[in-house]
Structure formats: C-alpha cells, structure tokens
C-alpha cells in the first residue's frame, strides 16, 4: 500500500535534548512537508522540501531543523533551542503533475511531549 | 500571511442532521481542499475542488468552491457517529506557491446517537 510512515507515534524529550521525527513515503512524491498541530489551531508549516537536497523554512521553523537527503524521506529534528515543543507533528507529501496535482496526503502524526 | 476563517469553531449534532460549514478568505484562491481528522490521526482528504462554481460529491459529503474564489462549504447530509471529527478546509491562494496550503483551524463535529 502507498502511503506516508512517521515514527515514533509517540515520543518524549528531556530538557536540552534533541529528538529526531521519521517521516517515510513511497508515494514518489517529490516535495514533503513538516507542519505542527496544537490543540484548537490549524496546521502551521514547519519546513517544506521540493525536491532531495533543497528545502525552504515554513512559518515557524526556529527551533527545528531537516534533511532530504533522499526522495522517500524527510526526518525532522527538535533541537533543544525549541521552547515549547510539546505538539501533535504531522509529516505531508504532494506531486506538482497528475490527478493528484498539489493536493498533499499526511501520515498518521507523531505525538512529542516534554518529560 | 494568508488566512482562512472557518466556521463554526465546534458543532454539536444529533445522528441524522444535515451538516454545513464554511471558509472564507479576503483574497482569491484556486484551489480549496477539504480534510477530516480523527484523533490521533493525521487528515484525511475528503474533497478537492479546483474551479469556481464547482459542486463536488463523496458519498454523503458535498463540497462547493464559491463562485467568488473567495469562500467554499461542505456540507454533511443524514450524519452519523462516525462523522465525527474535526473537519479543516485548506487552500492554494491564487498566484501562490504550488507548495504552500493555507488552512483553516478547523471544524470539531460531536454527532450525538
């Protein structure tokens, strides 16, 4: 089945650590997406990557930092400069061509909380 | 930048009731999308819509891009419990991005048995 994998679903970080969120997609997308889900808020835009090796800031990436170093995949780091990182991540991908043309598809959403 | 305003905020329903929510915006936008997430879970596309005036159908859902560029609804018919969830309108401003959706901070819809 084609689709979008994040690991862990769930995730914990200590004070001053760093934690990396695993986003997996064998839909050939090339562009993928990290945004951040608080409670009664929309999805705010963390990073964006178009293609392997580029990507560009959202609206919110202080405190975050990526890498595509291959098309399938799009981790996400949370360095300890981010504050308050406690929120539901969800990972997206979408294709500019075809049926499917800029629609994006999310995985199911990792959950990081701060012990 | 962008913003969308989605309403209601929350909704209460009993089973069988119709369902309409909205988004506008105050700039055009060419597409609109329409999402439902369930807890836990990352959103799930419902309906996309890519032409003014556009009426599209899911089963019991229904979707419209407003004639203006500038709103678009879904509706709900006969709803059921599993309707439940938080329903998020998102779009493509026109001349923006390929890559970049605005979304709305979404629709909580309790459907009561």
């Known amino acids: 089945d084609g689709g979008i994998t994040q690991s862990p679903k769930y995730l914990f970080r200590k004070e001053g650590q760093n934690v990396t969120l695993s986003c997996e997609q064998n839909?050939?997308?090339?562009?993928m997406y990290w945004y951040r889900q608080d409670p009664g808020q929309g999805l705010r835009l963390i990073y964006y990557?178009?293609?392997?090796?580029?990507?560009q800031k959202g609206d919110i990436a202080e405190g975050y930092s990526v890498s595509r170093e291959k098309k399938e995949s799009f981790p996400l780091t949370v360095t300890s400069a981010q504050k308050n990182p406690t929120a539901f991540y969800l990972c997206?991908?979408?294709?500019?061509?075809?049926?499917?043309?800029?629609?994006?598809?999310f995985g199911a959403g990792t959950r990081l909380s701060v012990l | 930048g962008q913003q969308l305003n989605q309403s209601p905020q929350s909704m209460f329903i009993q089973e069988g009731e119709d369902v309409s929510m909205n988004c506008t915006s105050s700039?055009?936008?060419?597409?609109w999308l329409w999402y439902k997430q369930e807890p836990g879970e990352g959103p799930v596309l419902l309906i996309a819509?890519?032409?003014?005036?556009e009426l599209t159908s899911n089963g019991r859902l229904t979707a419209q891009f407003g004639i203006t560029r500038k709103d678009s609804f879904l509706n709900i018919s006969a709803s059921i419990p599993s309707d439940v969830g938080i329903y998020f309108c998102?779009?493509?401003?026109?001349?923006?991005?390929?890559?970049?959706?605005?979304f709305g901070k979404g629709t909580l819809l309790t459907v009561n048995p």
């Open positions: 997206a991908s979408s294709t500019p061509e075809g049926q499917d043309k800029n629609i994006q598809y």
């Open positions: 839909l050939n997308h090339d562009a």
């Open positions: 990557s178009q293609i392997v090796n580029d990507f």
């Open positions: 700039s055009i936008f060419n597409t």
């Open positions: 819509l890519y032409k003014a005036g």
């Open positions: 998102a779009g493509r401003p026109f001349g923006g991005s390929n890559y970049k959706l605005t």
